[in-house]
């Protein structure tokens, strides 16, 4: 498992296999498939390349920090069965081309999670 930081260096989830988790590792936020990042949607929401979440303006949401202990989250089949019913909803496969940008954005990474598909795109 491994932290992913805000822009302060400040642990806001887990990345364990490609399931983004929260804090206490027990909620599925998202998945990374490819390097396509979804949220609570049925579309992608961003891109993941060199270790960075982006969002689709290339902004910078997140970074991967440090691997931790535990390597798996307590409730690994809860969590797995959560991925995969996230998994299960995916309708657009196509992901957008993302150019890299190296300043961060100021929404906080639960936040780009979390939006609704059209909110995405506009910030």
Same mark, same amino acid.
């Given at each position: 498992?491994?932290?992913?930081?805000?822009?302060?260096?400040?642990?806001?989830?887990?990345?364990?296999?490609?399931?983004?988790?929260?804090?206490?590792?027990?909620?599925?936020?998202?998945?990374?498939?490819?390097?396509?990042?979804?949220?609570?949607?049925?579309?992608?929401?961003?891109?993941?390349?060199?270790?960075?979440?982006?969002?689709? %303006?290339?902004?910078?949401?997140?970074?991967?920090?440090?691997?931790?202990?535990?390597?798996?989250?307590?409730?690994?089949?809860?969590?797995?069965?959560?991925?995969?019913?996230?998994? /299960? %909803?995916?309708?657009?496969?196509?992901?957008?081309?993302?150019?890299?940008?190296?300043?961060?954005?100021?929404? %906080?990474?639960? /936040?780009?999670?979390?939006?609704?598909? /059209?909110?995405?795109?506009?910030?």
């Amino acid at each position: 498992m491994t932290t992913i930081v805000n822009d302060k260096g400040e642990t806001v989830a887990y990345l364990y296999l490609t399931i983004i988790l929260d804090v206490s590792q027990s909620k599925v936020l998202g998945l990374i498939l490819g390097n396509c990042v979804f949220g609570q949607h049925t579309a992608p929401i961003g891109k993941f390349f060199k270790d960075t979440f982006r969002k689709q %303006n290339g902004k910078i949401v997140a970074k991967l920090g440090k691997e931790v202990f535990p390597k798996k989250p307590a409730d690994e089949k809860k969590v797995l069965a959560d991925a995969w019913s996230m998994l /299960s %909803n995916v309708r657009e496969h196509v992901c957008m081309w993302v150019e890299e940008n190296e300043k961060w954005t100021q929404e %906080n990474f639960i /936040s780009f999670l979390a939006v609704e598909e /059209s909110v995405a795109i506009a910030v």
